[in-house]
């Protein structure tokens, strides 16, 4: 008895000494960064965060050593964690003074959290900026307008279609909804094949694939999209509400049993050309025009004939310099090479898939990538709806999306109704909204 | 039959003494083989436990740690969205464990005690490994497989078992079913391999039938084992997270149909898509779990364990 006592006791001792070690940190940030300013003649060591496991190989063996090769000096090393586990690591890393010195940027609000915590160091006035348009840095910026990270690639949203079935029925790529829901209803009626390889199993595919990528004609892109920030604009509104009813109109085109079908099973339908259309995103690439399928794409049909095109071009990351990093001039100089056309075509014909956000065009070298950033001539670009601070709240306006885009397919949950569900939402937390 | 231990009523003092030390030198072993693990337990299982509750104290998302108290709790259950999320998940894993309890346990019982009949003959080996295999298998080949099989488009199933709010959380629960049944059975099976030849010769002897000699001899002897396998699979269910996010990830649909305590956990800790992080949120419902576990677990054996009577033989 007194043995368990004992153990007890000590248990409790241990216990409450480590927990006053452990106790969450109240110190701001002082220590950082990974290795020692560098000696004479020895290499500086740069460490760089990311939440891409799968682009290592691609870093270290490709893209870093293309830098090196340059600046001789400079050491990068690519540090990637899980991408579900980024942001928590990240935050706690760099709380605890062991952040890497290139932090990898997640676009809007999760970055805003970031730039308030003092993560970053100000980008304002360096000439690296240049290489990018307003729309592109905007998301990695706080209130005020200053930069702190730099934009390394974005993707796009779109349709891609099987040519095959397409000659096969004489259909032609529709450019205005009424077309669009011709060529659906000319395949749906000869029978063989599915119109949309779309499942609802993975609601944010929906959002992602389907709503903010037809949407943007009917809210008109940008306007809309600030509207609803701004608050000069409801969800409810006509514009958004016709956005929704389209978004309805795929409903009748889907396959069989689509409610449990998951986001692989959408690409094999189509791959193995059982279905003609697949809204999709322009990272599914390799995936779609696996087996030698004849793959083309096209963009979001515009309202009417001559209407204004709009295409859906997220942001996807950037890179900033961490703010307690020892080596920032270092860091500083492996950033502005990212902005140099040498990295990002590099880049982005290493990811197919993933586009440049820089003023200056990139060819790409896989076709359907280059018909894909072709989609880009002449449409107005606009990033998803609801991930720029209409989500920084409970409950998040873009998983509520999801959640009401599902319902609305499964369970026959009309236009109105998810439209004033979303407001409802918007307006219990959102300010501007209120 | 065993001996019962009682007060020293040893015959002499100089035998006291003498189990005095040989006392003190088991009390020394004793912490020489339990410290090392004790220390483990210490560091990876108790401190993490415990700084999660006081993390759940801090309000750290501006970047530094304030004391708020209770805030978060308050939070966690008054807020409109997040209470209504908490009480879904809530829901939705009292039904995970209800249907464990309902299903697998009596399924197990089913199979140990075919098992155990003898009718298998020499293929008992055989049976008892094929039932256990599922359980050695990872989640995610589970929920992959059982989501193929299940494929409206090419699977057996002509219905949206995983797409339908209805349907969805009991699929999966049966998925975990299948593939942990396992576990009762081969509690139980040892229980009915423990009871003795000779009060089963008895039975047979007094006349009784293998279905009576089933239920008035052996089942009144595994009796106990349900206790412990009830409370296993809650404080298991409880806990359940990896079916869930490999099948549904961590917004489990459709429509937070089969979201349970976990993956509201790691959505609220780790952050989604559109959500941002929030790490003294998700230590708070970390902690909730941990008491919702803690206080059912504590009750159960402090009033209900202890009036388990074994039979003695």
């Not at chain 1, 959290?113 to 000439?127: A, H, N, R, T, V």
Request: charged share 15%.
């Amino acid at each position: 008895m007194h043995a368990i006592r004992a153990s007890v006791a000590l248990v409790a001792a241990a216990a409450a000494v480590l927990t006053s070690a452990c106790a969450p940190s109240a110190t701001p940030v002082t220590t950082g960064g990974s290795a020692a300013p560098a000696a004479a003649g020895e290499k500086t060591v740069l460490t760089l965060g990311s939440w891409r496991t799968e682009d290592l190989a691609m870093w270290e063996d490709e893209i870093l050593p293309a830098f090196e090769k340059s600046h001789p000096t400079i050491d990068v090393k690519f540090a990637a964690t899980n991408t579900n586990e980024y942001n928590a690591a990240i935050q706690s890393q760099v709380d605890g003074g062991t952040g890497p010195d290139l932090i990898t940027c997640r676009p809007y609000d999760v970055n805003r959290s970031w730039i308030k915590k003092g993560y970053f160091e100000k980008l304002d006035g360096k000439p690296m900026l240049d290489a990018f348009e307003p729309l592109a840095l905007d998301p990695w910026s706080d209130d005020a307008g200053s930069r702190y990270c730099l934009p390394t690639a974005a993707v796009l949203a779109g349709f891609y279609y099987n040519k095959g079935i397409f000659a096969e029925l004489g259909l032609r790529v529709p450019t205005t909804q009424a077309e669009f829901l011709d060529v659906l209803k000319k395949i749906k009626d000869d029978g063989r094949y599915t119109p949309l390889a779309v499942g609802s199993s993975e609601s944010w595919q929906l959002a992602y694939n389907g709503l903010y990528s037809i949407g943007p004609v009917y809210w008109k892109g940008e306007e809309g999209r600030q509207g609803l920030i701004k608050g000069t604009k409801k969800v409810t509104d006509p514009d958004f509400q016709k956005a929704f009813d389209a978004f309805a109109a795929w409903k009748p085109y889907l396959p069989k049993g689509f409610e449990s079908l998951k986001y692989p099973d959408m690409t094999q339908l189509f791959t193995l050309g059982k279905a003609a259309i697949l809204p999709d995103g322009s990272w599914n690439i390799n995936q779609v025009a696996v087996d030698g399928l004849d793959v083309g794409v096209f963009g979001p049909p515009a309202d009417v004939a001559g209407g204004e095109r709009y295409l859906q071009e997220m942001p996807d990351m950037a890179i900033g310099i961490s703010a307690a990093s020892t080596n920032k001039a270092a860091a500083e100089e492996f950033l502005a090479w990212t902005a140099t056309p040498e990295f990002l075509e590099l880049y982005v014909n290493k990811l197919p898939g993933f586009f440049s956000m820089a003023k200056q065009p990139v060819t790409y070298t896989n076709t359907l990538a280059q018909s894909f950033a072709d989609l880009k001539n002449g449409a107005k670009l606009t990033p998803r709806l609801g991930l720029d601070r209409l989500s920084a709240g409970t409950p998040p306006f873009d998983d509520e999306v999801w959640r009401v885009l599902q319902l609305m397919l499964n369970e026959d949950l009309s236009t109105r109704q998810a439209t004033e569900e979303l407001q409802k939402g918007l307006s219990s937390w959102y300010t501007p909204q209120q | 039959m065993t001996p019962v231990p009682g007060p020293d009523n040893g015959p002499g003092t100089s035998l006291r003494s003498e189990r005095h030390v040989l006392n003190r030198a088991h009390y020394r072993y004793f912490l020489a083989f339990t410290l090392p693990a004790l220390a483990v337990y210490v560091v990876f299982a108790a401190l993490p436990l415990v700084n999660s509750i006081w993390y759940s104290l801090y309000d750290t998302d501006s970047g530094v740690a304030r004391f708020v108290g209770l805030e978060n709790y308050v939070y966690l259950f008054t807020n409109p969205t997040t209470s209504e999320r908490f009480w879904n998940a809530l829901t939705n894993n009292l039904e995970f464990f209800a249907i464990h309890l309902v299903v697998e346990v009596p399924l197990g019982l089913l199979l140990a005690a075919l098992l155990t009949s003898g009718r298998l003959r020499r293929s008992t080996g055989l049976y008892r490994t094929l039932l256990f295999i599922p359980t050695t298998l990872s989640v995610v080949i589970v929920g992959f497989v059982w989501r193929l099989i299940i494929n409206p488009l090419w699977g057996l199933i002509d219905f949206p078992l995983l797409g339908d709010e209805r349907t969805a959380l009991p699929t999966l629960s049966l998925m975990s079913v299948w593939q942990y049944v396992g576990i009762p059975m081969i509690f139980l099976y040892a229980a009915l391999l423990a009871v003795p030849g000779d009060v089963l010769e008895a039975a047979r002897v007094e006349g009784a039938g293998a279905w009576s000699t089933f239920w008035r001899v052996k089942f009144p002897l595994i009796a106990p084992q349900f206790g412990l396998i009830a409370i296993l699979t809650y404080i298991w269910t409880f806990n359940g997270f990896d079916l869930v996010f490999a099948l549904n990830g961590s917004a489990p649909g459709p429509n937070y149909s089969t979201d349970i305590l976990g993956t509201l956990f790691y959505r609220t800790f780790f952050g989604s898509s559109g959500q941002l992080s929030d790490l003294d949120l998700g230590a708070t419902v970390a902690s909730v779990i941990f008491l919702i576990i803690l206080v059912v677990t504590a009750a159960y054996f402090g009033l209900l364990h202890r009036r388990l009577r074994s039979y003695e033989l």
